[in-house]
């Protein structure tokens, strides 16, 4: 049996009535037979009480049976004077029904049980006593009872009829709603319509119709990023073919040697690119501010500018990293590093020979932690600064061959620190200034 949300509902719901309807049945049937004894003890006193009234007024003087019905071995009375029974029904025995000489009692007659009242008459010393056999009691007061809970018996299959069916139509909105999403196309991820959606499902929806949009958003990112890739990566192989035929179909050697070379630079070229690429591949699938540890900002800036001093130094450009104090902060060391790496690549790449790059770290008056990247190379265009951020963007006339992804990846690896990265001019308006401000998450424990 499938264990779905209706069949729990419906069996924890028919248990509960279940349990309900068993107690209250139980209890009516004590209360019924309670009031039945109540109302057969009622009878019994005003029996007495109408014998001792008619006993009272001289009535029935010497008589000894008074005629009866087949009901009669049921009930008896008597009637004591002195010590002598008087007048008695056929079904009364010769001794007292019981020994309590007022009020109600319960005694045993020829084996049975019975329920006696017993009353002083009128005259002196008269005892009149009045019982009835406690089977008639409770076969009467049990078909009474049976007769009240037969309502209720046949309200429970009835009962359950209604709760089915309530609890079917209730949950049709469901089976609806999982027709809807089962009928859909894979790619089609368009939000699901809130119209007539009972409110309990609705913050279900709603995350649904969330999630939905983010997938779209990512896929239709992951197309555009496949797009681009295959399109930047269409250079340098269609380059690297062309090297190689020309290699191929030189005879000078010194032809066929700068062809393969330029083999080789192509090569690299691409291999950057599907690197860089890579890394973009493993950053989208990032949230912000995961993974973040206390890391030291100064030691990782000293780590990316030792590995970047070789390629400055084939360039003949300086690269300086400004002493100053350990600058503690929360996150991830190794994206820090590729962040580093980027812009110190950048910084280098586009540095005329004989120029400085320097990376400054420092915390403002604010707190915040801070790292930036100065060079003195052309700079970037003010108007051109949001769209450099853009992946696969390269400014028109740089001179310089590149994947445009490497400010691209700083953008990320920032948003995933929760930092702020900010463009500008660098000193007298000379180079490009490139700042990342570490605030909130970025805060180490330590500072």
Request: hydrophobic share 45%; proline share 5%.
């Amino acid at each position: 049996m499938k264990n779905t949300l209706r069949l729990r509902l419906l069996l924890g719901t028919l248990a509960i009535v279940l349990v309900i309807w068993v107690a209250l049945s139980a209890l009516a049937w004590r209360k019924a037979i309670h009031e039945a004894d109540e109302l057969f003890d009622a009878h019994l006193a005003q029996t007495a009480a109408l014998l001792a009234a008619f006993v009272g007024d001289g009535g029935a003087a010497g008589v000894e049976h008074l005629p009866t019905h087949h009901y009669a071995r049921k009930v008896a009375f008597q009637v004591w004077e002195d010590g002598h029974l008087r007048v008695h029904s056929r079904a009364a025995p010769d001794a007292p029904l019981s020994p309590v000489a007022e009020g109600f009692s319960d005694a045993r007659i020829g084996g049975a049980a019975w329920r006696v009242y017993s009353l002083r008459g009128v005259a002196p010393r008269q005892l009149i006593q009045v019982g009835e056999a406690h089977d008639a009691r409770h076969a009467v007061a049990s078909e009474l009872a049976r007769q009240l809970l037969k309502p209720l018996a046949l309200a429970l299959p009835l009962l359950v009829l209604a709760l089915t069916l309530l609890i079917r139509s209730s949950l049709a909105p469901l089976s609806r709603l999982a027709d809807s999403i089962g009928q859909r196309s894979p790619d089609r991820l368009d939000a699901i319509p809130l119209a007539g959606t009972p409110g309990e499902l609705r913050p279900i929806l709603e995350r649904l119709n969330g999630l939905l949009g983010r997938i779209a958003r990512s896929m239709e990112q992951e197309r555009r990023f496949t797009a681009d890739a295959a399109h930047e990566l269409r250079t340098p192989l269609a380059a690297m073919r062309t090297h190689a035929q020309v290699a191929q179909a030189s005879r000078d050697e010194d032809e066929r040697r700068r062809a393969l070379a330029n083999v080789v630079a192509a090569t690299d070229r691409a291999t950057h690119l599907v690197e860089q690429l890579l890394t973009l591949a493993r950053l989208d699938s990032g949230s912000r501010g995961a993974g973040l540890i206390d890391c030291e900002l100064r030691a990782c800036a000293a780590e990316a500018v030792a590995r970047s001093a070789p390629q400055a130094l084939a360039r003949g450009i300086e690269l300086v990293l400004e002493e100053g104090p350990p600058l503690p902060i929360l996150g991830q060391p190794v994206l820090l590093s590729v962040l580093l790496r980027n812009l110190l690549d950048n910084a280098v790449r586009y540095s005329p020979p004989g120029s400085q790059v320097r990376v400054v770290l420092e915390r403002g008056a604010d707190g915040v932690a801070a790292l930036a990247v100065v060079d003195q190379g052309p700079g970037i265009p003010a108007e051109e600064r949001a769209q450099v951020l853009d992946r696969f963007y390269r400014i028109a006339g740089s001179g310089e061959s590149g994947s445009g992804l490497g400010l691209s990846i700083v953008a990320r690896i920032a948003e995933l620190h929760g930092a702020r990265l900010a463009l500008a001019d660098g000193p007298a308006g000379r180079g490009l200034a490139v700042r990342v401000s570490f605030a909130g998450a970025g805060q180490g424990r330590g500072s």
